[in-house]
Protein backbone atom coordinates (compact mmCIF):
# COMPACT_ATOMS: atom_id res chain seq x y z
CA UNK A 1 0.00 0.00 0.00
CA UNK A 2 1.86 2.76 -1.03
CA UNK A 3 0.82 6.71 -0.28
CA UNK A 4 0.34 9.48 -1.86
CA UNK A 5 3.46 11.97 -1.70
CA UNK A 6 2.38 15.73 -2.94
CA UNK A 7 5.39 17.15 -5.10
CA UNK A 8 7.85 20.20 -3.68
CA UNK A 9 6.33 22.44 -5.53
CA UNK A 10 2.41 21.40 -5.27
CA UNK A 11 -0.08 23.84 -3.82
CA UNK A 12 -3.40 22.36 -4.13
CA UNK A 13 -4.00 21.79 -0.16
CA UNK A 14 -6.39 18.60 -1.24
CA UNK A 15 -3.51 16.70 -1.84
CA UNK A 16 -1.84 17.28 0.82
CA UNK A 17 -4.84 16.43 3.11
CA UNK A 18 -5.02 13.03 1.23
CA UNK A 19 -1.48 12.42 2.09
CA UNK A 20 -1.90 12.79 5.67
CA UNK A 21 -5.29 11.02 6.05
CA UNK A 22 -2.99 7.97 4.29
CA UNK A 23 -0.16 7.95 6.42
CA UNK A 24 -2.80 8.12 9.24
CA UNK A 25 -4.47 5.37 7.26
CA UNK A 26 -0.89 3.41 7.73
CA UNK A 27 -0.05 4.00 4.02
CA UNK A 28 3.56 3.84 3.09
CA UNK A 29 5.97 3.67 0.38
CA UNK A 30 8.91 2.22 2.66
CA UNK A 31 7.52 -1.45 2.28
CA UNK A 32 8.11 -4.20 -0.19
CA UNK A 33 8.51 -7.81 -0.43
CA UNK A 34 11.47 -9.65 -1.42
CA UNK A 35 11.98 -13.18 -1.81
CA UNK A 36 15.53 -15.05 -0.51
CA UNK A 37 17.97 -15.90 -3.39
CA UNK A 38 18.38 -19.59 -4.11
CA UNK A 39 21.51 -21.84 -3.60
CA UNK A 40 23.20 -17.74 -1.94
CA UNK A 41 23.41 -17.46 1.78
CA UNK A 42 22.61 -13.53 1.18
CA UNK A 43 19.54 -11.42 -0.19
CA UNK A 44 20.12 -7.53 -1.17
CA UNK A 45 16.77 -5.50 -1.40
CA UNK A 46 16.60 -2.60 -2.88
CA UNK A 47 14.20 0.24 -1.49
CA UNK A 48 14.97 4.15 -1.74
CA UNK A 49 13.56 4.30 1.81
CA UNK A 50 16.27 2.69 3.03
CA UNK A 51 19.21 4.60 5.06
CA UNK A 52 22.38 3.39 6.92
CA UNK A 53 20.29 2.57 10.50
CA UNK A 54 16.79 1.88 9.39
CA UNK A 55 15.00 -0.85 11.15
CA UNK A 56 13.51 -3.80 9.07
CA UNK A 57 10.88 -5.79 10.22
CA UNK A 58 10.23 -8.80 8.12
CA UNK A 59 7.32 -11.10 7.91
CA UNK A 60 6.85 -14.84 6.10
CA UNK A 61 4.07 -15.03 3.52
CA UNK A 62 4.89 -18.08 2.53
CA UNK A 63 5.06 -21.52 3.99
CA UNK A 64 8.96 -21.97 3.42
CA UNK A 65 9.60 -18.39 4.57
CA UNK A 66 7.79 -19.23 7.46
CA UNK A 67 10.15 -22.40 8.10
CA UNK A 68 13.23 -20.13 7.40
CA UNK A 69 11.99 -17.58 10.08
CA UNK A 70 11.27 -20.66 12.52
CA UNK A 71 14.53 -22.45 12.59
CA UNK A 72 16.47 -18.68 12.78
CA UNK A 73 18.19 -18.45 10.16
CA UNK A 74 17.12 -15.17 8.68
CA UNK A 75 18.38 -11.74 9.79
CA UNK A 76 19.27 -8.23 8.80
CA UNK A 77 22.90 -8.49 8.45
CA UNK A 78 23.36 -5.13 6.96
CA UNK A 79 21.47 -1.39 5.94
CA UNK A 80 22.68 1.21 3.49
CA UNK A 81 21.31 3.98 1.95
CA UNK A 82 19.16 2.46 -0.70
CA UNK A 83 19.11 -1.14 0.47
CA UNK A 84 19.54 -3.88 2.88
CA UNK A 85 21.26 -7.22 3.13
CA UNK A 86 19.29 -10.34 4.34
CA UNK A 87 21.05 -13.07 5.66
CA UNK A 88 19.55 -16.66 5.19
CA UNK A 89 20.12 -20.06 4.43
CA UNK A 90 22.06 -21.34 1.74
CA UNK A 91 19.52 -23.18 0.35
CA UNK A 92 17.73 -24.69 -2.94
CA UNK A 93 14.61 -24.12 -1.60
CA UNK A 94 12.83 -21.73 -3.54
CA UNK A 95 9.61 -19.66 -2.58
CA UNK A 96 10.94 -18.18 0.50
CA UNK A 97 9.10 -15.01 0.67
CA UNK A 98 8.71 -12.45 2.84
CA UNK A 99 7.10 -8.57 3.46
CA UNK A 100 9.32 -6.01 4.95
CA UNK A 101 8.71 -2.41 6.48
CA UNK A 102 11.48 -0.05 6.62
CA UNK A 103 11.32 2.58 9.76
CA UNK A 104 13.81 5.23 9.99
Do not use: W
Request: hydrophobic share 35%; charged share 10%.
Amino acid sequence: MTAYVPGLTEKDLYKFALSLQQLASGRSNATGTFTCTTSAATTTVTNENCAEGSHISITPTTANAGAEMGAGTIYISATANGSFTVTHANSATASRTFSYAIIG
